[in-house]
């Protein structure tokens, strides 16, 4: 009888824990994914970069297929690298500890109140006690290694099918210092020039010296991220002269009538010349003294749009250039890409605090490490 007992408990058990342990044996995962060999734009001095006690949920929604389950043993994350030069050695400790949970919230539907963002299953998996911080030192590039690691007291079985993970840091009390951790909220947006300029599409304007050849350059800002805006600017033309800005469909498509882009200007008097794209929309902005104007458009809110390009083009009017009287750039493509797939809720100064304020995109960069 004895024997079959045994028997039955072997069969009971192996199936539970031999494919769990199969399936995940020392491997890591970055939430957001994206940031893995990325180094962020901006670091966050949330939580640990303070001298106050702190409430602070972060939640991260993956955007890949969902996995199976795992069982968390460490968190990890990694010190912002700012610049070759740039280390941190103030922040000595924290009294603190961690829980974390399945939030059926996602990082765009979080809510002020930390109670309605965990879930079910929250765990304390790193109990009340002082943790030493790890010395950042000087790196010559980013982004650093994830050196910041909480060995989990109590594990917890990761079910990306159960919901988004939210991790909810309890810190008491920690002395000041500084200590910033790389943070996804400024992401890099991709840009690049598409079309065609030749070296005849410029105007002559008046230098110190003398004269020189001037020709329209397009930009845009550094991090375009969805609800936010997108600024184009444009250098180098006549100055306090109105500008059109416009965003077209992507080159490979865009058409006027039955013309396909890029189409040489030449014959309407503007040689070297060409338009890039059609217009979508448009707007006018003035240049200034320098020859500088900036337009402005809004990107909705809308996820679908996320990792698109936005296509542009401007062109300004100047008399003297050709008989056109006006003057193209090149076009100028960006990438919208954030903003990242995880939020930060966070009340300072009150470790009873209900609620948070909320800072979509923000959270620092998260390295699971599974059994």
């Known amino acids: 009888m004895q024997r079959f007992l045994g028997l039955f408990l072997l069969l009971l058990f192996l199936p539970i824990s ?8 020392g491997k890591t995962e970055v939430f957001p994914a994206s940031m893995e060999k990325t180094e962020g734009l901006g670091g966050t001095p949330h939580p640990f970069g303070l001298s106050r006690p702190v409430r602070y949920q972060t ?16 968190i990890r994350f990694r010190g912002d690298w700012v610049s070759p030069t740039y280390s941190q050695s103030l922040k000595q400790y924290a009294d603190m500890g961690i829980s974390i949970s399945h939030s059926n919230r996602g990082f765009s539907t979080v809510s002020s109140t930390f109670a309605l963002n965990r879930g079910l299953d929250e765990t304390a998996v790193f109990k009340i006690q002082k943790k030493s911080f790890l010395k950042q030192d000087a790196s010559k590039t980013g982004p650093r290694p994830f050196n910041l690691v909480f060995p989990l007291d109590r594990p917890f079985i990761h079910r990306p099918t159960a919901g988004n993970l939210l991790i909810e840091f309890y810190i008491l009390s920690q002395p000041s210092g500084d200590y910033r951790l790389d943070s996804g909220l400024h992401c890099l947006s991709p840009s690049s ?17 003398g004269t020189e050849k001037a020709y329209l350059r397009l930009s845009s800002n550094l991090s375009i991220k969805l609800g936010n805006r997108v600024d184009w600017k444009l250098e180098d033309a006549p100055p306090n002269t109105p500008a059109l800005f416009f965003i077209g469909s992507d080159p490979r498509y ?7 882009v890029p189409i040489p200007l030449v ?24 020859g500088t104007a900036v337009a402005t458009f809004s990107i909705p809110g809308n996820y679908a749009y996320l990792n698109e390009h936005l296509h542009m083009q401007a062109l300004a009017p100047e008399f003297s250039a050709n008989k056109m009287g ?7 493509k960006s990438q919208i890409c954030g903003p990242v797939t995880a939020t930060r809720i966070m009340s300072i100064g009150d470790l009873k605090a209900e609620k948070g304020s909320i800072l979509y995109g923000d959270a620092p960069v998260l390295q699971l490490v599974y059994q």
């Open 193 to 209: 020039s598409f079309g065609k300029m030749d070296s005849t599409c410029h105007w002559t304007r008046k230098t110190s010296t």
């Open 326 to 332: 006006l003057l193209f750039s090149l076009g100028h």
């Open 267 to 290: 014959s309407f008097g503007a040689p070297g010349c060409y338009l890039n794209t059609d217009i979508l929309l448009s707007t006018v902005a003035v240049s200034n003294s320098s």
């Open 18 to 25: 031999h494919p769990l342990k199969a399936q995940t044996s």
């Open 59 to 74: 939640l991260y929604e993956s955007v890949k297929e969902r996995g199976p389950t795992r069982i968390v043993r460490q």
């Open 254 to 260: 865009a058409r006027w009538g039955a013309f396909k």
